[in-house]
């Protein structure tokens, strides 16, 4: 059995299959950043407007195709005799949809709803609306199943575990500006694994090797 390998994921690795990474997007959504329109408080204010940016999200990835990069690690994954943890920060479904298994969401999903009230999750519609009733609860307290800026990331237990049972970190299309996301390669150096970029351009984190260039050819180059 190989050394397990953890692969933490960005918005890089979707962006050859048409979707923007934040900064691309200079951070603006309809004049408003980013950072204000992903968080609960945003929600609190203005959820009509936090439900359009995410149907306009889930839509926009509903369109996309995977790319050469995605099915690569799904290839990866099933070829490699050893663990593989796909950990990504993205909410889109790309990686499962190019056979990856067991993505590791950490940011939520944008396919997903979830509703406060009572903490039921299902396949979001394709438009989401305030009112719409939890089909578990009947309450009107349903958001998209994302993790929003001050919220803490899923899975954080199983993505530790999954760090300390490997010997390879890869950091794939993320420029490590958001935490905790950004402190793995850190993790991963003081548990000693080797680790590894591969960005568009390096995002200027340490790291034992990089490899620059777009996803969709530096991806296929290392996993083959
Ligand atoms: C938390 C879902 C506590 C929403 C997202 C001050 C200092 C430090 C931290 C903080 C601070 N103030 C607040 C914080 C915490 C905050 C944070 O880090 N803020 C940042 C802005 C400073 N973090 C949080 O709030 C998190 N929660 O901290 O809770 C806690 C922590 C641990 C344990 C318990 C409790 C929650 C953060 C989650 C927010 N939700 N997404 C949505 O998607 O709408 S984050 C969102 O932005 C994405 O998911 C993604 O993670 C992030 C953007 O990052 P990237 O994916 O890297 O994208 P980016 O555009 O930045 O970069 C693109 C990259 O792609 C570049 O490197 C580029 O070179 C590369 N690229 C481009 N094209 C290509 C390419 N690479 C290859 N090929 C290409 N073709």
């Known amino acids: 059995m190989a050394g397990g390998i953890f692969i933490l994921s960005g918005a890089g690795l979707s962006a050859e299959s048409g979707l923007r990474t934040f900064r691309a997007a200079d ?106 009733p939890c089909p578990s609860c009947g309450m009107s307290h349903t958001r998209p199943d994302i993790v929003w800026f001050g919220e803490i990331p899923y899975h954080m237990d199983a993505i530790q575990n999954a760090l300390e049972n490997s010997d390879l970190f890869v950091s794939i299309g993320t420029s490590g500006m958001v935490y905790p996301a950004a402190g793995f390669s850190q993790m991963a150096r003081q548990l000693g694994l080797k680790t590894l970029e591969l960005n568009l351009e390096a995002s200027g984190a340490m790291f034992d090797a990089v490899i620059e260039g777009p996803a969709t050819q530096v991806v296929p180059d290392w996993v083959s």
């Not at 204000?36 to 929600?43: I, K, L």
């Not at 590791?104 to 989401?128: F, K, N, Q, T, Y």
């Open 27 to 132: 951070g603006l959504w309809e004049d408003h950043r980013v950072e204000d329109v992903a968080t609960p408080e945003a929600f609190e204010r203005d959820p009509e407007l936090v439900q359009r940016f995410y149907n306009m999200r889930r839509a926009q990835a509903a369109a996309a195709m995977p790319n050469a990069a995605h099915e690569a690690l799904a290839k990866l994954q099933a070829d490699y005799d050893g663990p593989v943890t796909l950990v990504t920060q993205n909410v889109d479904d790309l990686l499962e949809r190019s056979g990856a298994r067991e993505v590791i969401h950490m940011h939520g999903s944008v396919m997903g709803a979830l509703c406060s009230a009572c903490d039921h999750r299902w396949a979001a519609p394709m438009e989401m609306r305030v009112s719409d």
